[in-house]
């Protein structure tokens, strides 16, 4: 039969005349569990999240699972989205875990609960009062048809939402990340400005120690220019404006320019820096954004290692036309359940820190065209981490295959 | 009014900037960069008040304040946070912990002084 006169026959009614109205609820609850029975796969899509729940409460799951357990039938289950359905699902997919449930928009609600057995035999359940406990008291009629097209067109349709329950899923987790995100910030953000205001109302009300506070004051604006900028960054990279602003540059000079600085700031907390190193490296790329991932690298090794030493080496690999940056310390290491998702957004382990510096490294590298990663992690014995990058149009000077700056901690 | 203040944040910029402030207001500042090394130290009947930061590293201000009142219970305790802490919420996470304010960074040394003042109200 053609497409065209399946759907004239869908318009004339001609299938239509197979539905069958179903008044009392109990006889089709009982055809539905008869379809379930009889079928190699059943889509069932809930009207309500109580009108899963009313199932729960039935017995329905366990029923489902003893049935499932003999004939091997494939179940795939759709239930709008209720904050209170969470720790009921959980329980039912442990205990029916050969059931495939998932969670959809709540704006999905409908009054309708409808079954597909084998994408031909459909059961639209009415949910006539949502607000009843018992089963029987909620439902009311129902329509049976075994009208091939319908049934299709009800399995696409279910298929269709199935597949939008993914994208549900990312959507929910990317909410929840937004709002840590904001609580994170919010609270990193008024950590120094906290001091900020503290220190200039004491360099006003204690004039005799005015410097020692403008010192204090310089000290948090720094930090919270800094932070303002990650803030920033992170912004830019998701909203895809991260633009590169590339030049031809000594690497090598880049890296011990970052090692000299940090290694200033590294002092106050008694670190002492050594470098040994010779010759030069040109690449073409961004120098403030690649300075800027050294220092973020530098900076949690100096953060995480209170004895011990860290090491940064850097390796011209001039035949593979790319240069490899490692970075390792003797510190803490990282904790090894954040170690898949370290570069990754707002991850945290230290209680310090927003958890951007290595999702905006990790973006500026593979802006480079290159990929960081983590080479050795000894949790309380030292982390390495590593990044390359294409040298592309190395210039002739570049003779240099490999130097290393080591920094001793005292 | 209390005189003898505990304060615990990890950020030595903050404590040190209270412990100058509120001193120059005649107030007696203890103050710990550490919450388990301030935990170590906490001794009954020390303090009147203690004004406690929540995220800290190794404990946080609300773990602090668990162990504290098992010494003492009788001092004041202030949670100053840049958290978006709501005390009903608080309420219902710690039903028993009786705080006696919440005060939100950023907070200016006088203002924090006068709400150590209301304390005894």
């Known amino acids: 039969m053609d497409r065209g006169n399946k759907v004239a026959r869908v318009v004339d009614g001609v299938e239509g005349l197979s539905v069958r109205v179903i008044e009392k609820p109990a006889e089709s609850l009982s055809l539905a569990w008869e379809l379930v029975q009889g079928s190699k796969e059943t889509l069932l899509m809930f009207s309500t999240p109580r009108a899963f729940l009313r199932q729960v409460k039935a017995g329905a799951f366990a029923r489902l699972k003893s ?14 989205h209720d904050e209170q ?7 039912v997919r442990s205990e029916a875990p050969s059931v495939d449930f998932r969670v959809m928009n709540e704006s999905l609600r409908t009054k309708m609960s409808i079954l597909i057995a084998d994408r031909k035999r459909t059961l639209v359940l009415e949910t006539r009062d949502d607000e009843r406990e018992e089963l029987l008291e909620a439902v009311g009629m129902a329509t049976y048809t075994e009208s091939r097209s319908l049934g299709a067109s009800y399995a696409a349709i279910f298929e269709n939402i ?4 993914d994208m549900y899923d990312k959507l929910k987790l990317h909410e929840k990340l937004q709002s840590d995100f904001v609580n994170v910030a919010a609270h990193e953000l008024r950590t120094p400005v906290q001091a900020i205001v503290a220190y200039a109302e004491l360099a006003t009300t204690d004039v005799d120690n005015r410097d020692e506070y403008y010192g204090k004051l310089l000290k948090s604006v720094t930090r919270l220019q800094k932070l303002t900028e990650e803030i920033l960054d992170a912004a830019r990279i998701d909203g895809g404006t991260l633009r590169l602003n590339k030049e031809r540059f000594d690497l090598k000079a880049l890296v011990e320019a970052v090692v000299d600085e940090q290694g200033i700031k590294g002092n106050a907390k008694a670190v002492s820096l050594v470098m040994l190193s010779s010759g030069s490296l040109l690449i073409e790329g961004d120098r403030g954004r690649l300075g800027q991932v050294v220092a973020n690298l530098l900076s949690n090794a100096i953060k995480f290692t209170e004895k011990g030493s860290i090491t940064v080496s850097l390796e011209a690999r001039k ?30 382990k230290s209680q310090s820190g927003t958890g951007l510096g290595l999702y905006i490294s990790k973006n500026i590298i593979e ?7 983590v080479e ?4 309380g014995g030292g982390a390495t981490l590593a990044f390359e990058i294409p040298i592309k149009q190395a210039g002739e000077e570049a003779e240099l295959e490999e130097s290393r700056a080591r920094l001793g901690v005292a | 009014m209390p005189r003898r203040v505990l304060v615990v944040d990890d950020e030595p910029d903050i404590t040190y900037a209270l412990k100058v ?15 388990t090394v301030a935990l170590a130290k906490f001794k009954p009947n020390a303090f009147d008040v203690a004004i406690l930061d929540i995220r800290m590293p190794k404990m946080s201000g609300f773990e602090l304040y668990r162990e504290m009142i098992k010494v003492d219970g009788r001092t004041k305790i202030v949670f100053l946070t840049a958290f978006d802490v709501y005390r009903e919420e608080f309420e219902k ?19 924090l002084v006068a709400r150590l003042k209301e304390l005894d109200n």
């Open chain 2, 93 to 111: 996470m710690f039903p028993k912990v009786k705080v006696t304010a919440f005060l939100k960074k950023p907070m200016t040394i006088s203002k």
């Open chain 1, 319 to 348: 035949r593979e036309n790319r240069v490899v940056i490692r970075v390792s310390d003797t510190g803490t290491g990282i904790d090894p359940s954040i170690v898949p998702r370290l570069f990754s957004k707002f991850v945290v």
């Open chain 1, 67 to 80: 049935i499932l357990d003999l004939t091997g039938t494939s179940v795939k289950i759709l239930i709008p």
């Open chain 2, 21 to 35: 402030g509120l001193e120059g207001k005649g107030f007696l500042v203890e103050t710990y960069n550490d919450p």
């Open chain 1, 85 to 91: 359905l969470d720790p009921v699902l959980e329980k």
């Open chain 1, 367 to 373: 802006e480079h065209g290159g990929r960081i990663w």
């Open chain 1, 162 to 165: 199935w597949k939008q329950t």
């Open chain 1, 376 to 379: 050795s992690n000894v949790p």
